[in-house]
């Protein structure tokens, strides 16, 4: 007997598609909400995923994980909605403020955290004391005008270590890209990006 999938893409079966939609609907509403936490923003997200799955059924593997292959596609509609919306930063300081919580709530993002926050360590261990604590003043927001006044540096120089700092950091992210949660990382550099 043919399975859903099966059904939708070789006989573009309307009662597959419905059964796959409403068997997964509800636990790709929960892992999105998760993330976005805007219950309108998850409709919209999840609608689309589910009409591309339509229009994408022949091209689909049927021997394919659905399960997977839905909540991966889930995972990066989800950066495509915070990089439209241009609320990344925001999601990185609620990852960030909540971290504990948040990898206990999407396990699955546990070993890029982890990847990520070695990192910075490592990278921020290689930087001078000036660039070190204009970097971690600039993550706390503080303006560049009291960091340059604090440290009693020029305006100028502090940005620069930003950038420099931040081009580093970026740097070794990309280089660990393979190994990490593609659109977290995206998120992460989008957000060091800002701090400038």
Not at 12 to 26: C, E, G, P, R, V
Not at 44 to 55: G, K, M
Not at 91 to 112: A, I
Not at 171 to 184: I, P, R, T, W
Request: aromatic share 10%; glycine share 2%.
């Amino acid at each position: 007997m043919k399975h859903s999938l099966q059904l939708l893409i070789e006989e573009d079966s309307q009662a597959a598609y419905s059964k796959i939609f409403n068997t997964y609907w509800d636990s790709l509403c929960q892992h999105t909400y998760k993330r976005v936490r805007d219950m309108d923003a998850v409709e919209d997200i999840l609608q689309e995923l589910f009409v591309q799955l339509w229009e994408r059924r022949k091209s689909l593997d049927k021997d394919m994980d659905l399960q997977k292959y839905l909540f991966g596609a889930a995972r990066y509609k989800v950066f495509d909605y915070f990089h439209r919306s241009q609320k990344h930063a925001v999601l990185f300081e609620s990852l960030s403020e909540n971290l504990h919580q948040f990898v206990q709530d999407n396990p699955d993002n546990l070993e890029t955290y982890l990847a990520l926050e070695r990192i910075v360590d490592e990278e921020l261990a290689k930087m001078s004391a000036n660039m070190r604590e204009v970097v971690l003043l600039r993550w706390q927001a503080y303006p560049i005008s009291k960091i340059a006044d604090k440290l009693n540096l020029s305006e100028q120089t502090v940005k620069n270590n930003i950038h420099e700092a931040n081009k580093r950091i970026r740097k070794k992210v990309l280089e660990a890209g393979d190994n990490l949660d593609v659109a977290f990382m995206l998120v992460f550099i989008s957000y060091l990006s800002e701090k400038v």
